[in-house]
């Protein structure tokens, strides 16, 4: 009976090795038998390249400034006695703004007046001298020296004369400094002095005021460098191009980002480029009715340039930039990415004009670009703000 229970016990301990055993390689094939799940391609939102003419408008910011800035300053020193105008009005030219204190002025020209009556009548004396020499000197009943120097004194006191009344002239036009005009008409600033200040050329902070003409207004904007080579070498000569340029349609959009209602045209371009920016300063003029344009205001400045034919458009999200140059994830017919390097143009709204790089009807990834790479396929489906891109203005400029 042991013996039996000892043989049981030995069977029974075997097969316990045995399943042991063949556990890790019942579980292995388990898991062999379990199919591999392949990576699921991502789901980009695409866009097809559109084609189709593109106004080229150019975009920049300008200072509205005035046509004629006349700045106000004293000729004569002396004390502010009045202030002749409203602050922030229109005036005309010759309208007395300043008045300065014209007593010692007046003085000056009363004495400069008694000193020219008294070097006339030297002059008188002088004259009728020579004119009593003259005739006893051509019968020798005096010698020739004696005539000489009764010329030297007539001319001598003839000159006196002169210097007289031109220091009468003088001391009438410091007179006439006291009162301080505009010498154009427009819109007079704030006062720089008030009643009472010593003002004149020589005192510092001189300026007494402001006027400017703004009627029309002159708005300077920067155009930068390449913008005015792609258009004037479009033209035969300069000559030519400033004469197309007085022709382009200019508009405004004020600060509030209402468009100013008048149009305005090109006025001048600087002669030369700023080299702490690589741009033109550029002028326009633009009516001003309501004076509702100021001087210093900042507005935006549209140039309607031309029409660029059969333009490639795609959004400008769908472009991506990289270490100085772009790419567009072109989607081709199998579903897998190109990562394509294009040549943008000017910008269309919110859309990118392409100049090299797609072709018409070709699909590009407009939403998603971070998920894609070269070769990788892809779940494309219709860009979701397709309607508003395809609502996008004129081409605009000034990069």
Known sequence: MRGTRFRFA?????????LACLAPLCLSSCR???????????????????????????????????????????????????????????????QVLFEIDPRPFQAALDQAEGILAQMEALHENARANLARVQ??????????????????????AR?????ARAAVEKARLDLGFTKITSLISGMAGLARAQVGDLVGPAVQGGELTTVSTIDPIKIYYPINEQAYINFMRRFSTEAVGLEAAKKLRIEMILGDGTHYPHI????????????RTGTFRVAALFPNPRNLLRPGQFVRVRV??????????????????LQGGYQAAVVGSDNKVEMRPVKPGERAGSL???????????????????????????QPRPFAAISTEKGAGPTTGGR
Request: charged share 25%.
């Open 10 to 18: 030995g069977v029974m301990g075997n097969a316990l090795c045995i």
């Open 32 to 94: 062999r038998e379990k199919p591999a799940v392949a990576p699921q391609a991502p789901e980009v939102e695409v866009v097809q390249v559109a084609q189709r003419d593109v106004p080229i408008v150019h975009e920049w910011v300008g200072t509205a400034d005035g046509l004629v800035n006349a700045t106000i300053r004293a000729q004569v020193t002396g004390y502010l006695i009045r202030q002749d105008y409203q602050e922030g009005d229109m005036v005309g030219k010759g």
């Open 135 to 156: 005739p006893l000197a051509a019968r020798n009943a005096l010698s020739k020296k004696d005539l000489d120097d009764a010329v030297a004194s007539e001319r001598s």
């Open 159 to 163: 000159a006196q004369v002169l210097a």
């Open 264 to 275: 305005g045209r090109f006025y001048a371009i600087d002669r030369q480029v700023d080299v």
């Open 304 to 321: 309607l340039i031309g029409t660029q034919k059969g333009a490639l458009l795609i959004p400008q999200r769908a472009v991506l930039e």
């Open 352 to 378: 990118w004009v392409i100049d090299e790089g797609l072709k018409p009807g070709e699909r590009v990834v407009a939403e998603g670009l971070q998920k894609v790479k070269q070769g990788i396929a892809v």
